[in-house]
T-cell receptor
């Protein structure tokens, strides 16, 4: 059974701080990794994808991947109250297999 | 460029009725995925389709549920004889051939009374 694990939170950080969200996965064959943001009552929104070991930066977001440790993380710099949402980690084994989602981490940014 | 479209956004059905959920992928996208999300639960994969083909339906219940993506028109997820446990948000996502990023539609909230 392929699993993606996330701490459910809530993770509370003060405005302006760095929020660190973590995710582990069980399938060593996983190749593609995604972070989605989901506001309450809304649909998931893709914010980052990462395919190789190391860091990938996009604005205030940095995704980090360590395939040896089966670990992927998302850093949000200068956190804003509008970043308060549930962040979903998703893992893809290969092109024609389904995305496997974690249950998400609820982030709360306190003004 | 319009995003993934789903309709209806909200659907109320009585037990035993049929529910039909529609999804139009983004322009240029020919791969469609259906997911279900129960309150306080994660997203669960149901089915992956390409035009006129079901690629993977491993997440779909064997009875009462079916999906199609015809050559023309939207993808349809059909639930026959709905039960209260079918109440959930159903999301459709689409992707381009050769690309792994999936983009989600706004979802259909199904309530079974």
């Amino acid at each position: 059974q392929k699993e993606v694990e996330q701490n459910s939170g809530p993770l509370s950080v003060p405005e302006g701080a760095i929020a660190s969200l973590n995710c582990t996965y069980s399938d060593r064959g996983s190749q593609s990794f995604f972070w989605y943001r989901q506001y309450s009552g809304k649909s998931p929104e893709l914010i980052m994808s990462i395919y190789s070991n190391g860091d990938k930066e996009d604005g205030r977001f940095t995704a980090q991947l360590n395939k040896a440790s089966q670990y992927v993380s998302l850093l949000i710099r200068d956190s804003q109250p509008s970043d308060s949402a549930t962040y979903l980690c998703a893992v893809l084994n290969s092109g024609n297999t389904p995305l496997v989602f974690g249950k998400g981490t609820r982030l709360s940014v306190i003004a | 460029n319009a995003g993934v479209m789903q309709n209806p956004r909200h659907l109320v059905r009585r037990r035993g009725q049929e529910a039909r959920l529609r999804c139009s992928p983004m322009k240029g996208h020919s791969h469609v995925y259906w997911y279900r999300q129960l309150p306080e639960e994660g997203l669960k994969f149901m089915v992956y389709l390409q035009k006129e083909n079901i690629i993977d339906e491993s997440g779909m219940p064997k009875e009462r549920f079916s999906a199609e993506f015809p050559k023309e028109g939207p993808s349809i997820l059909r639930i026959q004889q709905v039960v209260r446990g079918d109440s959930a948000a159903y999301f459709c996502a689409s992707s381009r051939p050769g690309f792994y990023e999936q983009y989600f539609g706004p979802g259909t909230r199904l309530t079974v009374t």
